[in-house]
């Protein structure tokens, strides 16, 4: 049996009886090159790395370095007892332990030892210079840590806090952090696609194909670092790899139902992969590309974090969909029939999906779709209600799940002293002007003092220590205050440090959103108009998924505050989720609604949308739910941020997945029958070969 030429659409063949097996090994071979090139991405530990150059903190920040103001900052070790008054016996050993770290201070720098007010509290400062490399930092904590615990009175208790410490606890969150994704996200992929297959051995062609992806665009990443400036951390490697495996996964499923689908039509398993990848090819192309040219909207980004995930994952997606397109049907044809047992694919073969669930659903769907559509808008609508309370932006002792001693430091520090203690706000500005300025933020409410901290090349900086909550609204209130009266003495001050640095960085995401939420909506549609050549398909389609977002936002903003305590969403929580919902969710639309336009060519636009549901529900159902899972892996890292962008995507998926494409969209069809298709030609009367009518 032969199968038919009529698809307009013909991608490159890399399949046949001795190709496939050559494209294999080429495919080994590249990739071994590639992974034992030993190339590592370029990184940033940086503290201003996630801020905007122009930002006015990062100025101050670079500025300090040049004139090496900020040569030094301080481990702080803070002594209590819990709440109780310290004895003379621990304010000695407080003054003793000052002595005995003096072996990490840095050269020419003291120690110093001070006792709160209340009497309740000590903490003792290390200077540790500001440009020691993330390793030695690592072991220097490490070593203040142990030492600081030696030889204390029984009842006291001493925790490592301040700069320093944080950049260790965060650094640490991703120690093992690649190998663990790796393998729990390679767990949960075998696991569904031995579900979705039910065979001992189909679902390791997949799985290996795509895991080599995986690793292939890690080191695509890292030459890419080299190229284009660019630099990747723990949490952008780790959406990058959750990227590659769930998109990559997701065209895997596309491609292989439609091979098996072919394989009930024709003997050849070479002709049934050229025509799966021709059937395949174009919505693949047309998903993995609207992701791509979304993800490279961060490029336009303020916040130099989201554009490194937005290049590292647009490579990564690009990597996915090569092995997926090319390597994948060589792979999968090396094997025969066989491969599928034991279910395996016979020619004239009646497909299962098109009477199976699916179908069912599709016909209850368009038989009553204006009572569907009431009732899937009114779950939406109250799945997002709780956004009325949304808060964004998060302290850094609000960055963990778990609780690192950074934090728990920072808590005590807090409570017997003033809140920015451990790490000030900083003004660079002039020399000249620095005891008017001095004075002047002296008089600001919420400044608890001025200190002059160092002078060099006829500019000053001044240490001030601000008494609200680091990050809080309250300390963003302050920070605006002190820059603009510092800037009324002198316009050349520079407002920075770490609350500085938090409302700036907060500004930025700001920005942001307004301008690159904009962008990939225009993407998405200018995606969905080239491929379905319909305006009212395109932006029904563009409304579903930003009702998806919108809805996934607000169920998960209540599961935050109600079941896992979460205070705030994290500043880039809202655009990197709405990014990934709306290019990952409009996939499922495009699989659905490409194949109800291949059925429309044939049958009415209600009886295409019942078929096009029929024959890729149980596929897409399955895709979402692995998309789902492997984006759900990031909570096994415990930082907020990456949990949260978990969660969003996670139940995001899942809603597009059960609940808009499969009932609303296809509700919205029926309504609106050949109109779906306006101007193309299929909303034409008579322009599908069927009835000439479609009502």
């Known amino acids: 049996m032969e199968i038919s030429s009529s698809s307009r659409f013909r991608f490159p063949h890399l399949v046949g009886k001795r190709l496939s097996w050559v494209v294999v090994l080429i495919a080994i071979l590249f990739s071994g090159a590639l992974l034992g090139s030993g190339v590592e991405a370029e990184t940033s530990d940086n503290s201003t790395a996630n801020l905007p150059l122009d930002a006015e903190s990062a100025r101050a920040a670079e500025l300090q370095d040049r004139l090496g103001t900020a040569e030094f900052t301080p481990a702080i070790v803070v002594l209590d007892r819990g709440g ?218 303020d916040n130099p974090g989201s554009r490194n995930i937005g290049y590292g994952g647009a490579l990564g997606i690009a ?51 204006v009572a569907v559509i009431l009732v899937a808008v009114v779950a939406l609508v109250a799945l997002a209600l709780p956004l009325v309370g949304l808060k964004v932006g998060l302290s850094q002792t609000e960055q963990f799940r778990a609780t690192p001693e950074s934090v728990t430091g920072q808590e005590v520090l807090a409570e017997h002293f003033p809140a920015g203690s451990s790490q000030p706000t900083t003004v660079v500005l002039p020399a000249g002007s620095a005891d008017a300025v001095a004075r002047d933020l002296g008089e600001v409410e919420g400044v608890q003092r001025v200190e002059p901290a160092g002078e060099a090349e006829g500019t000053a900086v001044l240490s001030v220590v601000l008494t609200a909550e680091p990050a809080s609204e309250d300390a963003f209130d302050v920070v605006e205050e002190v820059r603009d009266r510092a800037g009324a003495v002198d316009p050349a001050a520079l407002v920075g440090g770490p609350d500085a640095e938090a409302l700036d960085a907060a500004d930025a995401a700001d920005r942001d959103q307004k301008l690159i939420v904009p962008l990939i909506l225009l993407v998405v549609l200018a995606v969905l108009l080239v491929l379905l050549r319909s305006v009212v398909a395109a932006v029904l389609l563009v409304l579903t998924v930003v009702a998806t977002y919108v809805a996934s936002l607000g169920a998960s903003w209540f599961a935050f505050t109600q079941w896992f305590g979460f205070p705030a969403l994290d500043l880039s929580v809202p655009l990197l989720s709405f990014l990934f919902l709306v290019a990952l969710g409009v996939d499922y639309n495009i699989f659905l609604t490409t194949r109800a336009k291949e059925e429309a060519e044939h049958v009415d636009t209600a009886e295409s949308i019942r078929v096009a549901l029929a024959v890729t529900g149980g596929v897409i159902t399955s895709a979402g739910i692995l998309l789902a899972a492997v984006f759900t892996v990031l909570g096994v890292l415990p930082l907020i941020v990456l949990t949260q962008i978990g969660v969003i995507v996670g139940f995001g998926v899942l809603l597009d997945t059960l609940v808009v494409r499969s009932v609303l969209v296809p509700a919205l069809v029926a309504v609106l029958g050949r109109r779906f298709w306006w101007p193309g030609r299929l909303s034409r009367e008579g322009a599908w070969r069927g009835s000439p009518t479609d009502e």
């Open 84 to 301: 109780e008054a310290l004895s003379e016996a621990d304010r000695a050993a407080a003054d003793e332990q000052a002595r005995a770290l003096q072996d990490y201070a840095a050269e020419g720098q003291r120690t110093f030892s001070v006792v709160a007010e209340d009497g309740e509290a000590a903490f003792i400062g290390v200077p540790i210079a500001a440009d020691t490399p993330e390793e030695e930092l690592t072991t220097v904590v490490g070593d203040i840590r142990e030492a600081a615990a030696e030889g204390l009175p029984d009842g006291l208790e001493a925790q490592v806090t301040g700069g320093p410490a944080f950049i260790v606890d965060l650094s640490q969150v991703f120690d093992g952090a690649d190998v663990r994704l790796l393998v729990v996200t390679a767990s949960v992929v075998a696991l569904l696609l031995l579900l979705t297959y039910r065979s001992p051995w189909l679902w390791l062609v997949p799985l290996s194909v795509v895991g080599v992806a995986d690793q292939v665009a890690v080191q695509v990443v890292a030459f890419a670092t080299k190229v284009f400036g660019f630099s990747t951390d723990g949490a952008s490697v780790g959406i990058t790899s959750v990227l590659v495996f769930g998109a990559g996964t997701n065209y895997a499923l596309l491609l292989i139902a439609r091979y098996r689908e072919e394989l009930r039509r024709v003997d050849d398993r070479y002709d049934a992969m050229r025509h799966a990848v021709d059937r395949a090819a174009p919505a693949i192309l047309a998903s993995s590309g609207t992701v791509v040219l979304a993800l490279l909207c961060l490029g336009l980004a």
């Open 319 to 369: 990597t996915a969909v090569v092995y997926a397109l090319l390597v994948l049907p060589a792979a999968m044809t090396c094997f025969g029939r066989g491969l599928f047992w034991p279910f395996v694919p016979r020619v004239g073969q009646d497909d299962p999906t098109r009477t199976g669930v699916w179908a069912r659903v599709g016909a209850a769907v368009t038989a009553r779709p």
